[in-house]
C-alpha cells in the first residue's frame, strides 16, 4: 500500500483539487467548528506547539514512514464523512500536499483543506500556538 500511496501523489500533485487557506481563513474555520488535523511528528509538536484546536495524528513517522490504513481508522473518528469539512496541518505545507491529494483524489473527500506554509505561517504571523 505504502508504494502505491506514493506513486499515486506523485501523479496527482500538480493537479491537486483540494484548497491551500491562509492563517487568517484558517482562524475563521476555527471559529466555525472545522476539524483541523495536524499531520506532523510529537516532536514537531514539541518544538513549535499546535494550532489550538487542532487534532494531533502523524501521518509520516520521523522516517518518512506511514501506515495509511492505521491512519484512515483514526482520521475517520475526526472527519465522520466525506463532505465534512476539515483542514490539514504539517511544517511547510509539503506533506498536506501529498495527504490532501490523497484524501481528495483518491478517497474522494470533498471538502479537503490545508494550511499553507504549514505551522511555519502561523507563527510567522504571531498566532498562538498550545502545548498539545
Known amino acids: 500500500m505504502k508504494i502505491v500511496f506514493f506513486l499515486f501523489v506523485l501523479s496527482v500533485f500538480s493537479f491537486a483539487q483540494f484548497i491551500g487557506i491562509n492563517p487568517t481563513t484558517l482562524q475563521k474555520k476555527i471559529d466555525e467548528n472545522v476539524v483541523v488535523i495536524d499531520i506532523r511528528t510529537p516532536p514537531e509538536w514539541i518544538e513549535t506547539g499546535i494550532v489550538p484546536s487542532s487534532k494531533t495524528l502523524m501521518f509520516f513517522d520521523q522516517n518518512g514512514n506511514y ?13 465522520k464523512d466525506k463532505n465534512q469539512s476539515f483542514v490539514l496541518v504539517c511544517r511547510s505545507g509539503n506533506r498536506t500536499g501529498m495527504v490532501g491529494n490523497f484524501l481528495s483524489k483518491k478517497l474522494g473527500y470533498k471538502n479537503v483543506f490545508h494550511l499553507e506554509n504549514g505551522i511555519k505561517s502561523w507563527i510567522r504571523e504571531q498566532r498562538p500556538t498550545i502545548k498539545n
Open 67 to 79: 501506515d495509511v490504513d492505521q491512519w484512515l481508522q483514526k482520521f475517520k473518528s475526526y472527519v
